[in-house]
Structures are given as structure tokens and as C-alpha cells.
């Protein structure tokens, strides 16, 4: 089956450490974005790439890294340097339109982060 | 400054009781608005796509119309398991991509029986 695979599904981190999600698609989409989702706030863009070896910071990049490396995956870490990491983190990826616009992004199940 | 808001935050309805969903958003140029459904603890799960003022979409009891300024969701004679948030959110033009969605913060639909 196609679709976009998380993992893992609960993290736990101490404070100060980095800790790194996982994204895979097998859609072989070109787009692929990370967002955070807070309790009573929309989805918030991270960090988002459109082809491998290229990505762009997005509304909320403070405090995260990416990487993609290849087309199917694209990690997201979450590092010391971000202050309220506790979140919902949703991974999604979308393909190209006709008109240089996009079709709808496609959602992983997401990983909640718990720093303790 | 590109932005959407959706209403209510919230809505009860009896199973049955058929009722809209508002998206309103101020972007520069529309490229496309979506709709999605999340149920607790999982990700969004698509539902529809409309790009030009005018277009309709369906799916089971879920209609969503668009407008120059608003999109709104329909719910026809709604069940229990309609109940989820729905999201709406738009296409921007952000870092010179167009790929980019801006989210409203969403509507809590609960379905009573």
C-alpha cells in the first residue's frame, strides 16, 4: 500500500538532547513537509523541500534541522536549541500540478514529542 | 498577510441535524483550498480540493462549495462518526514556492446519537 509512514509514534527526550523523527513515502511524491500542531492551533510549517538535496525553512525552522538525502524520506530533528518541543509532529508530501501549483499534501499518523 | 479562520471552533449536532462548516481566507491569488478531517491522535486525512470560485465537490454526506472569499463544508443528515475536526486550508505563494499551505486552526464537529 502507498503512503507515508512515521516513527515512531510517542518519543520521549530529556531535556537538552536532539532527537530525530522519521518520515518515508512511497507515493513518489517530490514535495515533502514537516509541521507542528499545538492544542487550539492550525498546523504550523517547519521545514519543507520540493527535490532531493534542497530544502527551505518554513514559519517555525528555529530550533530543527532536516535532511533529503532521497526522495522517500525526509528526517526532521528536533534539537536542544528548541525551546517547547512538545508537539505533534505530522510529516506530508505532495506532488507537482500542471500550472505550477500543487495537489493535496498527503499526512503520515504523526509522532507526539514529550520532553520530560 | 495570508491568513484563514474557520467557525465555528466548534459544533454540536444531533444525529441528523444538518449543518455548515466556514472557512474564510485572505490570500493573494487562490491556488487551491483543501479540506481535511482529523480524528484524535491521528493525521489529517484529505477529503477535498477546489480551485476556482464556484466549484462544488461531494462525498457521502460532506459538500464543499467555494467562493471568492469563504468555502463552506455541508453535512447532510450527519452520523456519530462524522464527529472530527475538520480543517481547511489554503495555498500561498511562501519562499517563491507555491506549494506551501497555510491552515486554519479548525472546527470540532460532535455528532450526537
Known amino acids: 500500500d502507498g503512503g507515508i509512514t512515521q516513527s515512531p509514534k510517542y518519543l520521549f527526550r530529556k531535556e537538552g538532547q536532539n532527537v530525530t523523527l522519521s518520515c518515508e513515502q512511497n507515493?513518489?511524491?517530490?514535495?515533502m513537509y514537516w509541521y507542528r500542531q499545538d492544542p487550539g492551533q492550525g498546523l504550523r510549517l517547519i521545514y519543507y523541500s520540493q527535490i532531493v538535496n534542497d530544502f527551505q525553512k518554513g514559519d517555525i525552522a528555529e530550533g530543527y534541522s532536516v535532511s533529503r538525502e532521497k526522495k522517500e524520506s525526509f528526517p526532521l530533528t528536533v534539537t536542544s536549541a528548541q525551546k517547547n518541543p512538545t508537539a505533534f509532529y505530522l510529516c506530508?508530501?505532495?506532488?507537482?500540478?500542471?500550472?505550477?501549483?500543487?495537489?493535496?499534501?498527503?499526512f503520515g499518523p504523526g509522532t507526539r514529542l514529550t520532553v520530560l | 498577510e495570508d491568513q484563514v479562520t474557520q467557525s465555528p471552533e466548534a459544533l454540536r449536532l444531533q444525529e441528523g441535524e444538518s449543518s455548515s462548516l466556514n472557512c474564510s481566507y485572505t490570500v493573494s491569488g487562490l491556488r487551491g483550498l483543501f479540506w481535511y478531517r482529523q480524528d484524535p491522535g491521528k493525521g489529517p486525512e484529505f477529503l477535498f480540493t477546489?480551485?476556482?470560485a464556484g466549484e462544488e465537490k461531494e462525498k457521502e454526506r460532506l459538500k464543499a462549495t467555494l467562493t471568492k472569499k469563504e468555502s463552506f463544508l455541508h453535512i447532510t443528515a450527519p452520523k456519530p462518526e462524522d464527529s472530527a475536526t475538520y480543517l481547511c486550508a489554503v495555498l500561498r505563494n511562501y519562499g517563491g514556492s507555491q506549494g506551501n499551505l497555510i491552515f486554519g486552526k479548525g472546527t470540532k464537529l460532535s455528532v450526537k446519537p
Open positions: 507515493l513518489n511524491h517530490d514535495a
Open positions: 477546489l480551485y476556482s
Open positions: 506530508a508530501s505532495s506532488t507537482f500540478r500542471a500550472g505550477g501549483t500543487y495537489n493535496e499534501q498527503f
